[in-house]
Structure formats: C-alpha cells, structure tokens
C-alpha cells in the first residue's frame, strides 16, 4: 500500500514563499507520476501541477504558472511544490497524489489512485 504524507503548509502574508513537501511510503516513487491539487471551502478540488516519474516533464496550472514550481527527489522518495508570489486566491488545502508512471495524458483527480491526508495553506492579504 502507498502512503502519502504532505507537510508544509501554513499562514503566509501576500506575496510570501512556502515550500510544500510530499513523503512517500511503501513503493518506490519512480512507479509513479506525482501532482499536486487544491481544494478551496466550497469548490471543486482543481490540479495545480504535476511532475512525470523520471523529472523531465512537468505542467501546471495557468493560475500558478511562473509562481510554483514543482520537484522530486526520487532518492529520497519526496516530491515538493515551491510557492513563491502567493496571493490570498491560493487559500486551500494542498493535496499530493500518485498515478501509475504510465499514465500522463489525463491529470484530472479521478485519475489518481493514491492521496495525501492534505496540509492547509492560508494567505493573508
């Protein structure tokens, strides 16, 4: 079984950096592709990014585009989401997920198998 284990988020004030960690447990993370979601009070959960299993390609957002960055660390079984420029908009709750490493074309939640429990991210106007 894959465990999923986020950390990092917080209270920032606009226009702060948090740097969001993903720690993953009981397979190798090369299996996977790994994103990141959010999930604002009231909305859908939305993708944010997300990062193939060899680290050669990622996608993001518009809404975060140039802002966060994405990463893995496939040694040390961790995936990270860099949020610089933060806007009061990116309020959520941060979620990590993984995909078999296979499947690329389709990043829509319901084709992640495996999540995160989620860490709150709030900033501050």
């Known amino acids: 079984q894959v465990q999923l284990v986020e950390s990092g988020g917080g209270l920032v004030q606009a226009g702060g950096s948090l740097r969001l960690s993903c720690a993953v447990y009981g397979r190798t993370l090369t299996s996977y592709n790994m994103g990141w979601f959010r999930q604002a009070p009231g909305k859908e959960r939305e993708f944010v990014a997300a990062?193939?299993?060899?680290?050669?390609?990622?996608t993001y957002a518009d809404s975060v585009k140039g802002r966060f960055t994405i990463s893995r660390d496939n040694a040390q079984n961790t995936v990270y989401l860099q949020m610089n420029s933060l806007k009061p908009e990116d309020t959520a709750v941060y979620y990590c997920a993984a995909k078999q490493w296979a499947s690329w074309s389709d990043l829509s939640p319901a084709t992640f198998s495996f999540w995160g429990q989620g860490t709150q991210v709030t900033v501050s106007s």
């Open positions: 990062i193939k299993w060899s680290a050669t390609t990622t």
